[in-house]
């Protein structure tokens, strides 16, 4: 993939840019720290043996512990485990959360397999990385086709070996260690992250209107939070299209259609349209919460809305944010906007390091604490270097993470 079409490495070359790195500290904090290969043997149900191929990187240590998620997905390889670590070395940085990034997978289509196939198989990977992982080392998380249950057999695995360590991985149940307020994290950021935007923008809130693109996990708890701050969202869609109301969607009630039906197909409200005219709906806000690469070149121009909220990975290209910047359409790259996540995940280890755990109000209060310290971050960085916020995210993270690698160096 070119640059002009990955923002992530064209933003990183221009922060680099922007803070003067000589190249030599700038090619030593992009390189992984280490990369782990492993044969994953596990038995079908048929009695058979299967094997599959899993892997672990760790991107950089510098400020703390590795820390990110781990996938099933058939497209997984080393190159895309490689490059969403370095992210996360990036976005737990920029959210001054002492950790550094790490990823993992798995290239496997989990649908293919049953769910006792699916706990051999995810046992036995943890067990293949257990020589690089520890509560001070590396902390694996849920991604794509993970979940609570996935860390579970995680944590379970470590713990035959180590003694009971719930600290090991984060997502987990609330039963076995797990915070409160984590489900709603990285849509509750979303929004407070696009609140501070409005006040930044100068645009009033409680008048704004809302596209959302995406209602899964991310998109629905954006909308619930968004619709309380007294957003109007007149927009949404899922993989079966959108819906449409210039007068706002009853969002209560279409979270709940949502939650009870894993789609927003058969609700009751707003008129049916595609994903292209969802995109081009005259609005203050538009949140893609779905897809990577979902505004392109080829969409791009019928864009209209005065701000981007990125609450995907990677939602917008490359070619299409130096367009929107020519607009002056503005982006609020999705290392900061979708950062809840992590955050929370961050507050869940703490407890459990404690063995103390808090309320959903201390979890939220604390969020909205980390969320808005970073945004500010940038905002004035962005101010004062004239650059877009996706550059000035960077700058300020690899900025952290220099500094402490100095430090540690000498």
């Known amino acids: 993939m070119s640059s002009s079409s990955n923002p992530t490495s064209a933003a990183y070359k221009h922060a680099i840019k922007e803070l003067g790195l000589k190249s030599n500290i700038a090619s030593t904090l992009e390189m992984p720290d280490r990369e782990l290969t492993v044969e994953v043997p596990f038995r079908r149900d048929n009695g058979e043996m299967d094997s599959v191929i899993g892997f672990r990187v760790q991107h950089n240590n510098t400020r703390g512990p590795f820390k990110g998620g781990i996938r099933y997905h058939q497209h997984v390889d080393i190159e895309e485990v490689r490059s969403l670590a370095t992210l996360m070395t990036w976005k737990t940085s920029l959210l001054d959360i002492p950790y550094g990034g790490g990823k993992g997978g798995i290239g496997v289509d989990p ?3 049953s769910k006792t196939e699916l706990e051999r198989m995810s046992r036995n990977f943890f067990r293949a990385i257990d020589p690089i992982i520890g509560v001070n080392i590396d902390i694996p998380a849920p991604d794509v086709n993970t979940n609570a249950q996935v860390m579970s057999w995680f944590m379970d695995e470590y713990s035959q070996t180590h003694g009971y360590t719930p600290a090991i991985v984060t997502g987990k149940p609330l039963e076995l260690g797990g915070s409160e307020g984590r489900e709603a994290a990285t849509g509750r950021g979303t929004a407070v ?22 209602f899964g996990n991310v998109g629905s708890y954006a909308a619930k939070f968004l619709h309380e701050y007294g957003c109007k969202i007149i927009g949404v869609s899922d993989v079966t299209g959108g819906l449409y109301d210039p007068d706002g969607l009853d969002v209560p009630s279409l979270f709940e259609h949502n939650s009870q039906n894993r789609t927003i197909d058969g609700f009751n409200q707003g008129k049916k349209i595609s994903n292209d005219e969802l995109l081009a709906l005259e609005c ?29 990975n990677g939602p917008v290209t490359g070619d299409a944010a130096n367009k929107l910047w020519d607009r002056k359409i503005g982006i609020i790259p999705d290392i900061l906007t ?39 971050e940038v905002f004035e960085l962005r101010e004062k270097n004239n650059v877009p916020m996706r550059i000035a995210s960077f700058m ?3 900025d952290r993470v220099h500094k402490a690698y100095a430090l540690r160096q000498g």
């Open 111 to 113: 649908s293919k397999y």
């Open 193 to 214: 992250i696009t609140r501070e935007t409005a006040d930044k923008w100068g645009v009033d809130l409680k008048n704004s209107k809302v596209v959302i693109q995406g």
């Open 338 to 376: 979708n950062a809840g996540g992590v955050t929370v995940s961050y507050f869940e280890w703490v407890q459990n390091l404690q063995q103390f755990k808090w309320t959903e109000d201390d979890v939220n209060e604390k969020l909205e604490t980390k969320m808005v310290q970073a945004f500010n």
């Open 284 to 312: 203050d806000f538009m949140i893609p919460a779905a897809l990577g690469s979902a505004i392109n070149k080829s969409n791009v121009d019928s864009l209209n809305c005065k701000v981007i909220i990125e609450a995907a």
């Open 396 to 398: 300020v993270a690899i």
